[in-house]
């Protein structure tokens, strides 16, 4: 069975509970006290008025300790909480809009200035919202205009590098990986070999993309060979700058087989010629004439074929007059003998 103590407290409004006959506020509590367990807060209204009412259990006693007051007292705090966060959010608002419409006043000037210098440049007579676009859009359009610039000489810088490397222009490797440090052309491998790609029908190679084609090139040679492309194609040319290791030289070799193999699938009908091999940067400029002679020895190896430099070196290296060879090879072409013919020169 609950035990109830009633302590009926106020804020200076004991005179407006004296009105308020004291069974009628018992018959209030009596029912919140049944209701609630524990600490318990609820209003009452009664002859007119709204009361505040917290009860308060204590364990020890066992006794509900009951306070009452008059709602508008018990809100009062609250209300003037209220009120104080209502004005400081309107200065707040004031002293932001004053604070922007300054920042306006004192930002916004030199970009009048600006759109009046801009107008005496151009003599438009545009407002100054479409100067400025107007300039932003001109500022883009020269970074476009300098960026296409900058693509398209670090493409002359790496033709213009690789045909110095082709010209021996560098006496050692660190001179070499110097001047393509910036372009990002560098050999870390010590034995260079120059294959020369000779495309029989350019306009073949024209339908599938220059760039295309090199891309898969690249893709058919091995990771550890490094490899640059000098495009040729005037000369119907492409000329690959490799740089292995010695015993690199047979993967090379079977990577341009597949390669030949992969462009003939692709439409493009191509021979290649293979130079020796050297350790020097110096001896490159051989290199590339080598590959280029072992291409003139196609009509001998036909079209679509590889054509190793070493292959034709002891034509070249002979003692027997190259004129006499080639009589000797005329004559087995006229008797249409043209295995006898080809090995004349192996």
């Given at each position: 069975?609950?035990?109830?103590?009633y302590?009926i407290t106020?804020?200076n409004?004991l005179a407006?509970?004296?009105r308020?006959q004291?069974g009628i506020i018992?018959?209030?509590i009596?029912?919140?006290?049944?209701?609630h367990k524990?600490?318990?807060?609820?209003t009452?209204?009664?002859d007119?008025?709204?009361?505040?009412?917290?009860?308060l259990?204590?364990?020890v006693t066992g006794?509900y300790?009951?306070?009452?007051?008059d709602?508008?007292y018990a809100m009062?705090?609250?209300?003037?909480?209220k009120?104080?966060?209502?004005?400081?959010i309107t200065?707040?608002?004031?002293?932001?809009?004053v604070?922007i419409?300054l920042?306006?006043r004192f930002?916004?000037?030199?970009i009048?200035k600006?759109?009046?210098q801009?107008?005496?440049y151009?003599?438009?007579?545009?407002?100054?919202?479409?100067?400025i676009?107007r300039?932003?859009?001109?500022?883009?359009?020269?970074?476009v205009d300098?960026?296409?610039?900058t693509?398209?000489s670090e493409d002359?810088?790496?033709e213009?590098?690789l045909?110095?490397?082709l010209n021996?222009?560098f006496n050692?490797l660190q001179?070499?990986?110097?001047?393509?440090k910036s372009?990002?052309?560098?050999?870390?491998?010590?034995v260079?070999c120059?294959?020369s790609?000779?495309?029989?029908d350019?306009?073949?190679l024209n339908k599938?993309g220059y760039?295309?084609?090199?891309?898969s090139?690249a893709?058919k040679?091995?990771a550890?060979?490094?490899?640059?492309f000098k495009?040729?194609?005037f000369?119907?040319?492409?000329?690959?700058?490799?740089?292995?290791?010695?015993?690199?030289?047979?993967d090379l070799?079977?990577?341009?087989?597949?390669i030949?193999?992969?462009?003939?699938?692709?439409?493009?009908?191509?021979t290649?010629?293979?130079?020796?091999?050297s350790e020097?940067?110096?001896q490159?400029g051989?290199?590339?004439?080598q590959?280029?002679?072992?291409l003139?020895?196609k009509?001998l190896?036909?079209t679509?074929?590889?054509?190793?430099?070493?292959?034709?070196?002891?034509i070249?290296?002979?003692e027997?007059?190259?004129p006499?060879?080639?009589k000797?090879?005329?004559?087995?072409?006229s008797?249409l003998?043209?295995?006898?013919?080809?090995?004349?020169?192996?």
């Open positions: 069975m609950k035990t109830y103590l302590s106020t804020f409004c407006a509970l004296c308020i004291k018992l018959n209030h009596t029912p919140l006290l049944k209701q524990g600490d318990f807060s609820d009452i209204k009664t007119g008025r709204q009361l505040y009412i917290i009860g259990h204590s364990d006794y300790y009951v306070k009452i007051t709602m508008q009062k705090s609250l209300n003037q909480i009120v104080w966060v209502i004005v400081v200065l707040m608002f004031a002293i932001g809009a604070i419409m920042g306006l930002n916004y000037f030199p009048r600006i759109v009046s801009l107008k005496a151009s003599g438009g007579k545009e407002d100054e919202l479409g100067t676009e300039a932003i859009e001109d500022l883009n359009q020269l970074q300098y960026r296409n610039f693509e398209h002359a810088l790496y213009n590098l045909l110095s490397i021996s222009s050692n001179s070499l990986n110097s001047a393509g372009i990002g052309v560098y050999f870390s491998k010590n260079f120059i294959a790609i000779y495309v029989e350019i306009v073949a599938i760039s295309a084609v090199v891309k090139i893709g040679i091995p550890s060979i490094e490899c640059q495009n040729l194609l000369n119907q040319q492409i000329v690959c700058i490799c740089c292995l290791e010695k015993e690199s030289y047979s070799i079977q990577a341009f087989e597949d030949l193999q992969q462009l003939l699938e692709s439409g493009v009908l191509a290649v010629g293979v130079s020796d091999t020097k940067p110096s490159i051989k290199l590339y004439l590959s280029r002679e072992a003139e020895y009509m190896y036909s679509g074929t590889l054509i190793e430099y070493r292959q034709i070196s002891h070249t290296d002979a027997t007059p190259l006499e060879m080639l000797t090879f005329g004559e087995h072409l008797e003998k043209i295995e006898k013919a080809q090995k004349k020169f192996l």
